[in-house]
Each structure stands twice: as C-alpha cells, then as structure tokens.
C-alpha cells in the first residue's frame, strides 16, 4: 500500500462535492482506474477527475457515509492505481474554452491593437509552449509545426490567423475527446463484472455461495478458466494466473501458497485455494478501465504507418516553409506555408475512424479490443469455428442416462456425474447439473475437484472418486475399459448425440447422451459470410466423426470440418492455416479453445464464454446470435476504407494548400481556414463513416425436441 497526502473536500453541495487530491499531479497515478474505484463505491454516481487542477469531483445520491468512504479510498490506494508509464497531465478541452475562443477570435478586430496581441499570446502560450516542450524531448513533431505556425503569425501580428489555428486545434482534440469518452463509457457499461456466486470451502466440502454472503477470511476456490473475485493471499495449490486484463501484461504468473493475488485475474492452469483478503468495494469496474485503457491505448499497424509519415512531412512542411523565405524574403508566404500541414488530419482521423467503429460494432452486439483487432478483422477470409456453443446453440440437453451396471439407477448415475461437475462452467457440466435439477436430484457433497482441460473432471464424492469426461480421458488416460458402453455408443453418435463418460473407483459407471440444437440463424449467416469477403469455413471440434459429420449435413456451406480435436491441435491447423496465406478469425467459447483464439489472427468468444477465454479473445460477442460477427467484419471493412479514404484526402488537399502558399496564391489566414476547415471535415468524415447505423438483433432460441428420458 501507498500513503498519500491527505484528500480534503473543497466545495459541498446536496449531491456533489469536490475533493483536492494532490496524488492526481504525480505522471504514474492511472486517472482511469482511480475513477472506476471511487465509482464502484456504494452511492456514488458519477465521478470526473481533472488532473491539472488536481481535483475530483463526485455526484453522489445524498446517501450517508459516501463522503467518508471516498476519503477512505483516496487515503490509501492499493498499488494498482499506479500504472507503471507517464500518462499526460494536460486539461482536457472544453465546448465552453472553445466557445468562448471562437467568439474572441472573431471579435477581435474589435479590441484597441495592443490589447489584441497581449489577449493572443495568452491564447496561444498552451499552443507555445506544448511546440518547445516537444522540440526538446522529443523532437520535430507536430506540435512543433503547430507552435511554428501560431508564432509566425504572432510575430507578423496576424492576431486572426493566430486565433484561428489555435482555436481548430482545440476542436480536432475535443472531436477526438468525445468520441473516446463516448466509447470507453459504452464499453464499461457492456462489460461491467457477471461474478455473482463464488465457490467455497468449508468443513472440507466445497459449496456455491452469492458473492454478496463473501467474508474475510473464506477460503474460496478457482480453477482453470475462472475468475478470481476479490483481492487475497493463496492459501494452498499452485495456478498460472493471466493478469493482462489488469496489467496489461499477457505472460502468465506462477502463483503459489503465501502470494497475493488480484481480483479480475484469470487462472489459466492448475487450480488454488484464496484466502479471502477484502470485500465490499470490489475493483471489478476498475479493472474493466484497465483493459479498456490498454485496448484503446493500442494501435492498429494501418495507425502506426500513419502517425509515422505524419511525423516525418512535420520536417518536410517546415523545409518548405524555410525555403519559401529564402527565396522570396516574404515572411507572409512562408508564414501561410508553415500554416498549413498534413499531420493534424492524418494523426486525428485514424483514432477516431477506429473509436467510432468500436461503438458501432458494440451496438450492433460486437465488443472489439481496439484498433490491432479490427484492422486484422478487416483482412479475414477464413473464418474458423469451434462446434459446441458457436454453430450450436451451446444449450445441451441430457436425453439418455446408461448405466452400465443393472445396480446402479438412472438417478444414481446422473447424480454423480452432476456432483462432480457443478463446479465446471462449460456447456457439458451445465446440461447434466440443469437435468438433475429438473429431476430435483439430492447432489452428495464433493471434495478435492480438478479439472484436466478439454478431458474431464476428477472429484470426490461421498469418499469414492468420481471421473466424467470423454472416453479419451477415461479409456486412454485413466486405462479404465469402456467396451462395455459400445452396445450403446453407435446409435447415439448416429444421432449426432454428444456422450460423456462416467467412472466410479476406476470401473466405467455408464454413460450420458446429449443433444445440442444447431442456431436457427447459422445456416443463412455462413451463406451471408459466403456472399461477403469469407472465402472458407473451417468446423473444429473433439466430438465424435459421426457426432461432426452430422453436423456437416445441417450445414452444407461448411468447407472442412475436424474432429476428436485437443486444445493444441486446433491452434495448430489454425497455425496451418496461416502459413498458406489464409487470414484466419476463430471463434469459440470453452477453456480449451484459448490456444486457438491466440493463435488465429483475430479471435472471438461467445457470451457465455468462461472468463479465460473472453480474456483471450480479441474480440466478444454480446448477443447469442452469430449475424452480429457479419456486422462486425462489415464494420471493420469500413472502417479501413475510411482510413485508406481520410489519408489520401488529407494529402490531396494539403498538398494542393501548399502549393498555392508556396505561390503566394492564398495569404496565411485563408490558408489556416483552409487547412482547419479541411482538418475538421475529415475528422466529421471519419465519426460519421465509423457510426453505421445501429439495429437490434434479437436471437430466438429453439427448444428442444429431445424427449424426456
């Protein structure tokens, strides 16, 4: 922990109050994250953090205590709060400055001439000073061309002109401001934490509990593709544990006993035991603003190539501007040159192109992780699903229960089976817990549950082990003889049915059948994909060939279908794949596909995907409805056409501007409305192409057809 100067309230009204907070002047103090921690506060409604004036101010809804609690939190922050990289302390820009500017900007003819040039060196001072700041650390960028412009027209006292460049630049900034706000407020919203019940150990047994009846001091456990809840210390088991969604570092930790661990952190591998540090307060919304901040502070490689020439014309632009006064000693015209660049629109245009597109493919049910992913979004021609919860519905049903043993009931297999894998959050695990509970089965207590990913579940229960998974894992990995389950096998594969082994103390149990509807709309959407930029469609699945091949018949725009795949075997076609020259995006929703997903060139998690694998995914869906990703890909192609679009305009019209500069065609100030005119219209190009219109998709679920067994 941090001890910090103590926060101080400054200004007090019935549901707003304003706090000094001097932490808020340091560059590594994560402005984003200290706002999702004040706002995940109980009572409070809305905070805005102004950094240059280190303040907070916070909207509240008149409850007792929040003034306290806030004070709390601001007076020791958790370590998280400091990012680690400098983060930029300007203020930001506000309609009413710009109002305010506009209005003295063309008012100031009106003003005696030597109160005009002291009220524009005030104006551009901000605009002055950014340009030397930047010439001396970080060299000849744009801000320095900005400065270079404002000053010449200060010093040929073009007040207007002056005025003018000063007041645009503002206007670019807070075009761009909006939309990121805009944005990133949409994007929390959507993801705001689904954590509502956690596992406990008590008495040796495991127990599911609301994450509200949380205390300190419970010994909660996680397995591979869970989510950790809250903050506390690992108590027992050793787990490789993804923290990218708060660090932004992707390489997983070995956590072992006595080591803290974060809330939000994902557990890749293994499985551990957490003793409970703090509860309340969670910072479950804080860590969404990390990822969020992470993802938006990305830049796509089309963005990257862009700033770079921007910054390399910053030179040439000034060049020319030098050698328009050399040769004709006229400092008007050299001074309309240097008014004119091309960087403001080049470097502007892009992120508000991709921010843009990011809000419209979230509306239309498409959560993209930034501008990396929606321009590999844009390039794909093959797109490769997993089978179960992706082209299906993902909502099996249990249609038959075998057991082996004449001694053994219905009830009594099913039973076991959804006691050892209640504590599993997948599609399998769901439907026979979901069958037992429609038969009001009584579930015997578990101990020691592991998960081996993609195989099956190993646990207790009343003393005997219980195994359930596929035959592979139950055959081949457990060599415990399954021959006597083929009687039945047959005809349910046949059936396109999906079976799940159960073992008892090392002898087969039986076996439970499963069917899985295929999406109403998946036929239509992969002709849709068909009839756009997707050239193949590639079907990855462990289930049987019969299972896969029944499958194929329900779809026949399926190019490839694979079966009987492990985790590592789909990344490694999609690998395949890519070395043929294909573009490839994956979308999945279990644990086991998140080889895959960070294997593809841009992957995709269902809904209900586990926390794993949407932390994997460069992209989720929100609907459970698969004609969303058409949208999205529709968004992304977009969304680099107006890229492609913005940039060769900008060059066009600077180009043609500083040509008729350099010709002392057009005298500076008619070349700065000139540029900034064409500036902001390529700024209102990019937001109004990245909005397309926003429809609501709503997906219709079947029920099943399968009988009650």
Same mark, same amino acid.
């Given at each position: ?7 101080? !309230?400054?200004? *007090? ?65 958790? @370590? ?50 950014? =340009? ?19 000053? /010449? ?59 509200? $009846? ?8 996680? =397995? ?35 080591? *803290? ?62 050698? !328009? ?33 990011? #809000? ?24 490769? /699903? ?61 101990? $020691? ?15 005997? $082990? ?26 349910? #594969? ?10 008892? @103390?090392?002898?087969?149990? =039986? ?17 849709? /994909? ?23 018949? $329900? ?8 079966? *009987? ?26 644990? %086991? ?21 949407? %932390?994997?995914? *460069? ?11 058409? @949208? ?11 890229? !492609?679009?913005? /940039?060769?305009?900008? !060059? ?37 192409? =990245? ?19």
């Amino acid at each position: 922990m941090m001890n910090l100067s103590t926060p101080h !309230v400054v200004h *007090e009204l019935p549901r707003r109050f304003r706090i000094r907070c001097p932490i808020l002047a340091h560059r590594l103090t994560d402005s984003l994250y200290l706002q999702a921690l004040l706002e995940n506060i109980a009572g409070v409604d809305d905070v805005r953090i102004n950094r240059c004036a280190t303040s907070i101010i916070v909207y509240h809804d008149g409850s007792a205590g929040v003034k306290t609690d806030i004070l709390e939190t601001l007076k020791t922050l958790p @370590e998280a709060a400091f990012s680690g990289y400098e983060q930029d302390l300007s203020v930001p820009i506000n309609p009413l400055t710009l109002t305010g500017l506009g209005i003295l900007t063309f008012l100031l003819r009106l003003l005696p001439p030597g109160v005009r040039g002291a009220v524009s060196f005030c104006v551009a001072l901000p605009t002055l000073l950014k =340009g030397a700041d930047t010439l001396l650390n970080r060299g000849l960028k744009i801000e320095v061309l900005d400065a270079g412009a404002v000053g /010449f027209s200060l010093l040929r006292r073009d007040y207007f002109t002056s005025n003018m460049v000063v007041l645009l630049l503002g206007l670019g900034e807070y075009l761009e401001q909006i939309s990121e706000d805009k944005t990133t407020g949409l994007l929390k919203s959507l993801l705001r934490p689904q954590v509502e019940e956690v596992w406990v150990e008590k008495d040796g047994v495991e127990i599911q509990i609301p994450i509200s $009846q949380l205390y300190p001091g419970d010994l909660i456990i996680c =397995g591979p593709g869970e989510m950790i809840p809250t903050d506390g210390i690992v108590a027992r088991g050793e787990a490789l544990v993804n923290q990218s969604s708060i660090t932004g570092e992707s390489v997983p930790l070995h956590k072992k006993p006595g080591e *803290e661990i974060l809330s939000g952190a994902v557990v890749e591998e293994g499985k551990i035991a957490i003793r409970v540090g703090t509860v309340g307060n969670d910072t479950g919304l804080a860590r969404i603003n990390r990822f969020l901040e992470n993802s938006l502070r990305s830049s796509s490689p089309a963005q990257k190539k862009s700033e770079e020439l921007a910054d390399r014309l910053v030179p040439l632009t000034l060049g020319l501007g030098l050698l !328009v006064f050399l040769l004709t000693r006229d400092i008007r015209r050299a001074a309309a040159v240097l008014t004119v660049d091309y960087s403001c629109a080049i470097k502007l245009a892009t992120p508000i192109a991709v921010k843009t597109a990011m #809000y419209s493919a979230a509306h239309q049910g498409v959560l993209i992780k930034g501008a990396h992913a929606l321009d590999q979004l844009a390039q794909v021609d093959t797109l490769v /699903f997993d089978k179960t919860g992706t082209l299906t519905c993902g909502d099996l049903q249990v249609t038959d229960v075998k057991p082996i043993s004449r001694r053994m009931a219905q009830k009594n297999l099913l039973a076991l089976a959804a006691s050892a894998e209640e504590h599993y959050d997948h599609p399998v695990a769901r439907a026979v817990v979901n069958a037992a509970r429609k038969k009001n089965l009584q579930l015997p207590p578990i101990s $020691q549950v592991d998960f081996i990913v993609a195989h099956g579940v190993s646990a207790y229960v009343d003393g005997k $082990q219980i195994l359930v998974g596929s035959r592979h894992f139950i055959e081949e990995d457990e060599q415990i003889d399954c021959s006597a389950a083929d009687q039945f096998t047959e005809q349910f #594969y046949q059936q396109g049915k999906t079976l799940l082994y159960v073992a008892s @103390e090392g002898k087969l149990a =039986g076996i439970i059948a499963m069917r899985d509807d295929v999406r109403p709309e998946a036929a239509d959407v992969l002709k849709r /994909f068909k009839e756009g930029s997707i050239k193949k469609i590639v079907v990855l699945t462990g289930d049987h060939e019969k299972t896969a091949l029944a499958l194929l018949q $329900q779809l026949p725009e399926i190019d490839q279908i694979h079966w *009987e795949l492990k985790p590592e075997d789909k990344a490694k076609m999609i690998s395949d794949l890519q070395q043929h020259g294909h573009h490839a995006a994956f979308i999945g929703d279990g644990v %086991n596909d998140a080889p895959a997903l960070v294997t593809a060139d841009v992957g995709f998690c269902m809904p209900a995907g586990t926390d794993l694998t949407k %932390n994997a995914a *460069e992209g989720i869906l929100l609907r459970e409805d698969l004609g969303v990703l058409v @949208e999205a890909i529709s968004i992304a192609d977009k969304n680099r056409q107006t890229i !492609v679009h913005s /940039f060769y305009s900008t !060059v066009a019209f600077n180009s043609l501007f500083l040509l008729l500069a350099s010709m002392g065609k057009i005298q500076p100030v008619t070349a700065a409305l000139l540029h900034n005119l064409n500036t902001v219209g390529i700024l209102g190009y990019s937001a109004a192409r =990245g909005l397309s219109k926003q429809r609501n998709i709503d997906a219709t679920m079947p029920a099943s057809g399968d009988e009650e067994w």
